[in-house]
Nanobody, 127 residues
Framework: HVQLVESGGGLVQTGGSLRLSCTAS????????MGWFRQTPGKERESVAA????????YYHASLKGRFIIARDNAKNTVYLQMNTLKPEDTALYYC????????????????????WGQGTQVTVSS
């Protein structure tokens, strides 16, 4: 079992940047595939980015590639989401998630594949 805590959200102007962090409890973080998702009221939770346990494989939502970067530091039990050139439509509650028992190169946008979720961190982009 792993517990996830997100941080780094806040209010930013259009064009600004934020870096979200998600820190996991436990000593087996390197065995989990990690993902970032976001959700706005009345909409389904959507995938933003994902990274494999070994960090060699990443996935990005097609509309976000080039602006968002996912990375992980297994020594710090932390996964990051660097968000650049933010737009008002990026406003959402951002969640990180962990998937266990996946191959080293596995990364997925499918939220049903993830076993553990954080509480979320709010990102608000003002126009």
């Amino acid at each position: 079992h792993v517990q996830l805590v997100e941080s780094g959200g806040g209010l930013v102007q259009t064009g600004g940047s934020l870096r979200l962090s998600c820190t996991a409890s436990g000593r087996t973080f390197s065995t989990y595939a990690m993902g970032w998702f976001r959700q706005t009221p009345g909409k389904e939770r959507e995938s933003v980015a994902a990274i494999s346990p070994d960090g060699t494989n990443t996935y990005y939502h097609a509309s976000l590639k080039g602006r968002f970067i996912i990375a992980r530091d297994n020594a710090k039990n932390t996964v990051y989401l660097q968000m650049n050139t933010l737009k008002p439509e990026d406003t959402a509650l951002y969640y990180c998630a962990a998937a266990e028992n996946k191959p080293w190169g596995w990364a997925s946008r499918n939220k049903n594949e993830y076993d553990y979720w954080g509480q979320g961190t709010q990102v608000t982009v003002s126009s």
